[in-house]
């Protein structure tokens, strides 16, 4: 499923008042980081995750891994943080 521009929109609204749950640091994107990812999108559909200073991957660079390895959708890119969203098997009514 792609997002339509406005879903898109809806989306960052969403997220700009969102706190940031991940962090990528120097180790970069590791299994077990994606599956911290994983779990956190099925529970809350909307993420926010920071690149730390320390991390050598690239803010964008970052995002379209973690997006490709979790089947998620990259939001937004702003600074050194990217939102990403995936629609919840488990939940009912979820943020789209």
Do not use: W
């Not at 809806?10 to 706190?19: D, E, F, T, V, Y």
């Not at 956190?40 to 050598?56: P, S, V």
């Not at 690239?58 to 995002?63: F, K, P, Q, S």
Request: aromatic fraction near 4%.
């Amino acid at each position: 499923m792609t997002l339509t521009s406005k879903q898109r929109a809806a989306l960052r609204s969403k997220a700009n008042g969102m706190p940031t749950i991940f962090h990528v640091g120097k180790e970069g994107v590791t299994p077990e980081f994606i599956i911290g990812i994983r779990d956190a999108l099925e529970a809350r559909e909307l993420i926010k995750i920071d690149i730390n200073q320390n991390c050598e991957l690239e803010v964008d660079e970052a995002a379209e891994i973690v997006a490709s390895r979790t089947g998620a959708q990259l939001v937004q890119t702003i600074g050194r943080k990217f939102v990403l969203y995936r629609k919840s098997k488990t939940i009912k009514e979820g943020v789209l």
